[in-house]
């Protein structure tokens, strides 16, 4: 398995990054866990504890939505770099692309530099249609 030979500061799992295939940006192409539990993350979106939206673009919907992820995660037991896998999924690719740094520093503010193994979908609608961002994940904690 060829690997980059390069970690995410801190994370107890292994980043690979085949040389074969293009360099991620923003992701991993594979995260080999360390022994550990297991947490599932349901699917987190913008919504504030009272249902409230931020508004109105897709970057403060990824904050708050990075934010949400995180409480669920530590209230799990888990840290930001104990992820292995997230997907994301918006309802808007336009507005998604055409905010990449700006949803970069978002997801590093919450983060930090730890990208795991991701895939994004954009998708018609979510759960909520004014929510435009959900992102799941799974971490593994030692």
């Known amino acids: ?25 923003g992701y991993a192409h594979a995260v080999v866990t360390g022994p550990g539990r297991m947490v599932f993350l349901g ?42 896998w997230t ?10 692309l055409g905010q990449l740094k700006e949803l970069g520093r978002a997801w590093r503010r919450h983060f930090g530099s730890h990208y795991p193994a991701m895939a994004w979908f954009e998708v018609k609608s979510l759960f909520d249609p004014a929510a435009t961002v959900e992102i799941m994940a799974i971490a593994v904690v030692p």
């Open 1 to 25: 398995m060829a690997d980059d030979g390069r970690s995410t500061p801190k994370t107890p799992h292994r980043i690979v990054n085949p040389p074969d295939l293009a360099p991620p940006s």
């Open 43 to 84: 699917g987190q979106t913008a919504h504030a504890a009272d249902g409230s939206l931020p508004g109105p673009g897709i970057v403060e919907q990824f904050d708050a939505c990075c934010a949400n992820v995180l409480t669920a995660l530590r209230a799990a037991g888990a840290e930001p770099e104990h992820i292995a």
């Open 87 to 96: 997907q994301v999924f918006t309802s808007d690719a336009e507005a998604y």
